[in-house]
């Protein structure tokens, strides 16, 4: 999945963040296929810095995640979404970051989104 992120600090420690994806690839088994379609979440960021290079930080918010599914058709699934990562800066305006998201699915599945990015900041 390509996921791109724009937030807006609300003070050193809480921010906004919207997101907005879309999935790449499609995994198969028993001759079926999923495949995230698109995916956009609005949250709340909190975070706290170990270093003066790093800081781990929360994320809550609502999500909706569409998926391609080859059986039982397309669905698309609303709601809460959570999620724990970690900043680690380069520079002033470059870091690198990691996290993992629980994302909204269907009740007899569970969906989490694990990324590993470049950060830039104005």
């Known amino acids: 999945a390509i996921v791109f992120r724009a937030g807006l600090p609300l003070n050193s420690f809480l921010a906004i963040e919207g997101r907005v994806g879309t999935g790449l690839s499609s995994d198969e088994a028993d001759g079926h296929s999923v495949g995230l379609g698109t995916y956009w979440g609005a949250y709340a960021k909190g975070a706290l810095g170990l270093t003066s290079r790093l800081a781990v930080y929360g994320v809550a918010g609502l999500a909706s995640v569409s998926l391609n599914r080859s059986f039982a058709g ?49």
């Open 74 to 122: 397309d669905t698309t699934n609303t709601g809460i979404s959570v999620g724990v990562g970690g900043d680690y800066k380069l520079s002033q305006a470059l870091a690198l970051n990691f996290e993992w998201t629980y994302l909204p699915s269907p009740s007899q599945a569970d969906s989490n989104l694990f990324s590993f990015g470049v950060n830039y900041s104005l």
